[in-house]
């Protein structure tokens, strides 16, 4: 479970996190536009209506694998009376739904939703709320994905550099005196695919021949990670080359860092963050 952030919706401060990469948004901050003091009982009358039984069935149906969809039946049968009443708590619990989640504690408790499910209970509210909520919504949306593309740049850009680096050294230690520029180019091009079968397992050509939908080439492809990874094995392999290791030493040598540093990277905590 990711760490939250606060929207701003017309004076009311709404929770947001990231539950298995999916926007939860918190009803219970949501409900205060109706009543700031009795926001459950706001909740609690929205899931009484029939048609947001529905809703959020239909919902589970489509996203949940392990929805109850027998009990679910019993709770849209016995809906629409007037004796009938649901929390989110009996909600998740005879059903098993994931679309609707109860979290305890002082800070950041509550009843939180994935997001289509909240902006239907917003539109239950108001119309003018919900429309206030998606745009707010969507700025925060744009603002990580302008985070995520100057860090994926960042990394690109070093890994640019490092190339300068890795290719100097191919020059001063592989590349034979007196040989034709086809030949420099066929160097370089084994070199390049050195590193490219020790991050990716493949060849550029491979690549590009098992991707002909696609433009540009491997790297451009790659994740932050994996650019990551790959802006250290340049650097890694200009020394092995002055070292005087052979090529096939040193793709065991790079795959092995390979190996380490991308699972370190992917269950590191800092990336997770970064990717927040």
Do not use: C
Request: aromatic share 10%; charged share 25%.
């Amino acid at each position: 479970m990711s760490k939250s952030k606060k929207l701003d919706v017309q004076g009311i401060s709404i929770t947001t996190y990231k539950h298995d990469d999916k926007d939860f948004i918190s009803l219970s901050d949501i409900a205060k536009h109706r009543d700031n003091e009795r926001s459950d009982y706001i909740l609690q009358n929205w899931m009484r209506n029939r048609s947001t039984i529905e809703f959020i069935g239909l919902w589970e149906q489509f996203n949940n694998p392990n929805f109850n969809s027998i009990e679910f039946d019993g709770i849209k049968n016995a809906s629409g009376s007037n004796s009938f009443s649901l929390t989110p708590k009996r909600w998740i619990q005879q059903t098993n739904a994931i679309g609707i989640v109860s979290k305890t504690g002082r800070y950041g408790g509550g009843t939180y939703a994935h997001k289509d499910i909240a902006f239907e209970f917003a539109t239950w509210l108001s119309a003018e709320f919900k429309f206030f909520l998606i745009k707010e919504f969507q700025r925060l949306k744009e603002e990580e994905n302008n985070r995520l593309k100057l860090d994926w740049n960042l990394q690109r850009t070093l890994a640019k550099v490092n190339y300068y680096i890795h290719t100097d050294a191919i020059k001063e230690n592989l590349i034979p005196k007196e040989i034709t520029k086809q030949q420099i180019g066929l160097v370089y091009a084994t070199e390049a695919d050195l590193l490219n079968v020790a991050l990716f397992g493949f060849t550029a050509k491979d690549w590009r021949e098992a991707n002909t939908d696609k433009k540009g080439n491997v790297r451009d492809h790659a994740t932050l990670e994996q650019l990551v990874v790959l802006s250290n094995l340049e650097s890694i392999n200009a020394l092995l080359i002055q070292q005087g290791l052979s090529q096939s030493a040193r793709l065991v040598e790079l795959n092995k860092v390979a190996i380490t540093q991308m699972r370190s990277l992917l269950e590191s905590k800092a990336v997770k963050k970064l990717k927040e």
